[in-house]
């Protein structure tokens, strides 16, 4: 009897290391190409980011990750584990992180993997992305890839071969993603289907690709050419359905934060707990003491501190104003902005901010490179170095900003051969002072002498909410409570209303002998409590004169210089 007359079609097939690495990087490819298709179409109109930009950021860390690794399946597994789980952006690129570690965290086991292995693995994927949601909802791309891989065991318990496997997930997957709408009202009443579960279908048309050479759709293939006006999948997060705390829709929630959370393992489900009662689009993802984790929320404070009260330490925190975020911010990739159209000049500044309003007042004031962060989200020693890199000059200025980041800051000289300066700024209106007098036609010493003298001429502060009871030279500190804090002193100023600790914080610190005050307003600043602070001044302090800018920061509604 002919042995091959026993043989399925197929069977014989393996998606080995090499298989799964062209498939990752065909992702990543047909990501990039779908991207700005997806990011067009939103049913919110409070995005998570863009589904398309953040899911192809996500793998572009991957990719890079691969890049530096071995080819044999463990390292590449690994890679693909490590890339996507650090590379992560927004709530789609989280979830998709989830779904690559569970789908390597099978393939990782053998050298290579028969079509059954390749359906467990999706099986892992589909269990990891449910897991990784506190609240799963149907209807996104849960759905899409638990009903892909259902189809996928399927077809290989009947020996169907590696391609013939793979087909079967991705047409089952097609055809969950045209029923997301009959499973989510939001959808149907946009005459949308879910982009996330979109995304993830070009994961099984890459592997598709790989494996049988089978042409990955375009964009005008399969969401809808040219027809705008038409039904087409549209970004539709998965995590933000129509859920609500009280009365608060998730689409009234403000803030994204995002942040790597080191913690013990046993204390993840205390830590999703808390963020359930604060927040929506809860995703935390990841072991072994390492966590990514995302929220919607309208306490950042909360969002932080719940970390904190378990003994956690959150890292690289990312804060995102949903109501202010334009696209064209997500959709600039950061080290190119960086670079692109940048003027020679002698001397070019890097700083520190935080805050959308600030990053264009800096680019008004020269300043050549802007590395994100401030009050709780201290970039890296490498962040720093990137950006000193980047700007178009050998001399380089570096306003930390924040007292934390100054020693960090302090390390870039003996990293790179360009000749970097530290202006050990504290706050963003001391930055601003030393903006007024920078020469970007100076030597760096020369504009390190003047910006430090300027600096040294400003006292600064700042008003925040207190998140935990605490006790001051001021008197007791009741969580909820708003204060004044000035560089140095500490709390200054307790009061129960925000214009209330503002204006208690501006009698410290001005009086008849300064001349300018200058207003940083954040995105929790209130326009009730910018006309108190504005008529205060105008009363109390008619002789100075008052500078305002929209800053955007996140945690202090407003920021105070005086000279």
Aim: hydrophobic content about 45%; aromatic content about 4%; some cysteine.
């Amino acid at each position: 009897m002919n042995p091959a007359v026993l043989t399925p079609p197929g069977a014989g097939e393996r998606f080995d290391a090499d298989r799964l690495r062209r498939t990752v990087v065909a992702f990543r490819d047909a990501v990039r190409e779908h991207a700005p298709r997806i990011n067009r179409l939103n049913v919110y109109p409070v995005p998570d980011g863009d589904t398309g930009t953040n899911m192809a950021r996500t793998l572009d860390a991957v990719v890079a990750e691969l890049d530096q690794a071995g080819p044999d399946i463990e390292p590449t597994c690994q890679a693909i584990s490590h890339g996507s789980l650090m590379g992560a952006r927004g709530n789609s690129g989280v979830i998709l992180s989830q779904i690559l570690r569970g789908l390597v965290g099978r393939l990782s086991r053998t050298a290579s993997s028969t079509a059954t292995e390749v359906a467990e693995a999706l099986s892992e994927a589909s269990v990891a992305a449910y897991t990784a949601v506190l609240k799963p909802i149907e209807g996104t791309i849960l759905t899409v890839i638990r009903e892909a891989s259902e189809a996928a065991k399927a077809s290989a318990a009947t020996g169907s071969g590696l391609g013939a496997t793979l087909r079967a997930a991705r047409d089952a997957g097609r055809r969950a993603l045209d029923a997301t709408p009959d499973l989510l009202p939001v959808l149907k009443d946009a005459g949308v289907v879910d982009a996330g579960g979109a995304g993830f279908l070009l994961l099984l048309d890459a592997a598709l690709n790989v494996v049988d050479g089978e042409p990955i759709p375009t964009p005008a293939d399969s969401i809808g050419g040219d027809a705008v006006d038409e039904p087409l999948p549209a970004m539709t997060m998965a995590l933000m359905a129509p859920d609500r705390h009280g009365e608060t829709s998730v689409a009234d929630l403000r803030y994204e934060v995002m942040y790597f959370l080191y913690i013990d393992d046993d204390k993840i489900e205390a830590f999703r707990s808390e963020w359930d009662r604060i927040g929506d689009s809860i995703v935390v993802v990841g072991g072994d003491g390492l966590w990514n984790c995302h929220v919607h929320t309208n306490d950042i404070g909360a969002a932080i501190e719940a970390a904190i009260d378990l003994g956690g330490r959150p890292k690289q925190i990312r804060v995102t104003d949903l109501f202010e975020e334009v696209a064209e911010r997500h959709l600039a990739d950061d080290a190119a902005r960086a670079v692109a159209g940048l003027p020679a000049v002698t001397t070019a500044v890097v700083a520190v901010c935080s805050g959308g309003g600030l990053e264009e007042l800096f680019g008004q004031l020269g300043v050549q490179g802007v590395v994100t962060g401030g009050q709780t989200l201290n970039p890296s020693t490498a962040e720093l170095l990137a950006a000193v890199e980047a700007v178009n000059a050998q001399q380089v200025i570096v306003l930390p900003n924040n007292k934390n980041i100054i020693p960090v800051a302090e390390q870039l000289s003996s990293l790179t051969s360009k000749q970097v300066r530290v202006v050990p700024t504290r706050s963003m209106p001391e930055a601003l002072a030393a903006l007024v007098v920078y020469d970007p036609e100076a030597d760096v010493d020369e504009n390190a002498s003047s910006m430090k003298s300027s600096t040294q001429a400003m006292v600064t502060g700042e008003v925040t909410r207190a998140v935990r009871n605490s006790s001051s030279d001021v008197g007791s500190v009741t969580t909820g409570d708003w204060i004044g804090l000035v560089r140095g002193d500490g709390i200054v100023a307790i009061h129960e209303t925000l214009d209330g600790a503002a204006v208690a914080l501006l009698a410290l610190l001005v009086d008849e002998s300064h001349e300018i005050v200058t207003v940083i307003e954040g995105i929790d600043a209130t326009a009730s409590a910018t006309s108190v602070i504005e008529d205060w001044l105008s009363i109390e302090r008619p002789g100075v004169q008052v500078e305002w800018h929209r800053g955007g920061q996140p945690l202090y509604p407003y920021l105070f210089g005086v000279e």
